[in-house]
């Protein structure tokens, strides 16, 4: 039975969509086709497992239809390792949810696990923004949306409109602090992440066993959830949908991609900056939970609060 020795488990919008390409790009290391399987958090669940403010099939499309629930498809995804040393996936839900890092523990306990974390206040306005620009499932401002996030989470709405609790991240670290050893758990900061790509990432190669000095191709980075002029052409260029599709097979593949990066330039526009009094409040909700962080991780986070 092939499976990871190496998971990275978030954070959500904290870079590890780039990540997981730059590890993918080392000949040492055998990264998932599919990058967020999810197996871990959503074993033997119905999908889509929580609800949402549009109709679940709409949800599974676009939130859950890569997620993976049984043993044996979560296994398929690593059959075509040959002689990598490293054999990675990535599932940023992981970081979340407690069960997935017993369930971990279970299945895979000498796992190396990669956590990338992020001012969780930029975390989730980062969030929010993907959520109502990107796939417009979030009909509410800022302040309203936060306002009603425990209502929303005690009727079932899924992780995604879990704003503050995703960046609570004392709780959900400690729970893997305490079931591993503590040098199987690897922990960076997005900040860092940003200033020194190259050096975190052969950071990580070392923490996973491969040659260190390999230097990945870095020009195409993920870009952060921007604004979009029109939802319905942001869907049409970017989201599974049959006349994306009808292209993709009747036009040369330079001119599709041409059209699809005319398009989105188009399309998008700067982000508004969050409002001051949201930024405070939050500060404030978040100030114990960092200050509990940095005691766990040994790191100064002070600059979180500033």
């Not at 969509?17 to 040492?28: A, R």
Request: proline share 6%.
């Amino acid at each position: 039975m092939t499976l990871p020795n190496f998971i990275i488990i978030g954070a959500a919008k904290s870079g590890t969509t780039s990540l997981y390409y730059y590890l993918k790009q080392h000949p040492q290391v055998f990264m998932s086709s599919n990058k967020e399987p999810n197996f871990f958090a959503f074993k033997d669940l119905e999908l889509p497992p929580f609800s949402g403010p549009v109709d679940s099939r709409i949800l599974y499309e676009i939130l859950y239809k890569y997620s993976i629930t049984d043993i044996e498809r979560y296994q398929a995804l690593f059959r075509e390792v040959s002689d990598e040393k490293a054999i990675g996936e990535a599932s940023v839900r992981y970081l979340y949810f407690p069960q997935a890092a017993a369930r971990i523990k279970k299945y895979i306990p000498k796992v190396k696990l990669v956590v990338m974390l992020r001012n969780p206040i930029d975390r989730l306005y980062s969030h929010y923004l993907m959520m109502r620009e990107k796939y417009n499932f979030e009909p509410l401002s800022l302040a309203k949306a936060l306002e009603q996030e425990n209502e929303r989470i005690r009727n079932n709405w899924g992780w995604d409109w879990h704003y503050t609790q995703l960046g609570m991240y004392y709780r959900q670290l400690k729970c893997y602090v305490d079931l591993f050893e503590r040098e199987q758990i690897k922990i960076f900061l997005y900040e860092n992440f940003c200033l020194d790509p190259v050096g975190v990432v052969q950071d990580i190669y070392r923490h996973i066993g491969v040659d260190s000095s390999f230097i990945p191709e870095m020009s195409q980075r993920s870009k952060e959830s921007g604004r979009s002029r029109n939802h319905s052409l942001n869907h049409l260029l970017n989201e599974p949908n049959r006349i994306r599709s009808s292209f993709q097979r009747v036009l040369p593949k330079p001119v599709y991609n041409w059209i699809v990066s005319y398009g989105n330039r188009w399309n998008r526009i700067p982000i508004v900056p969050m409002a001051t009094e949201n930024r405070q409040n939050l500060k404030g909700l978040f100030r114990e939970d960092i200050a509990k962080l940095q005691s766990l991780i040994d790191r100064d986070l002070s600059a979180w609060l500033h």
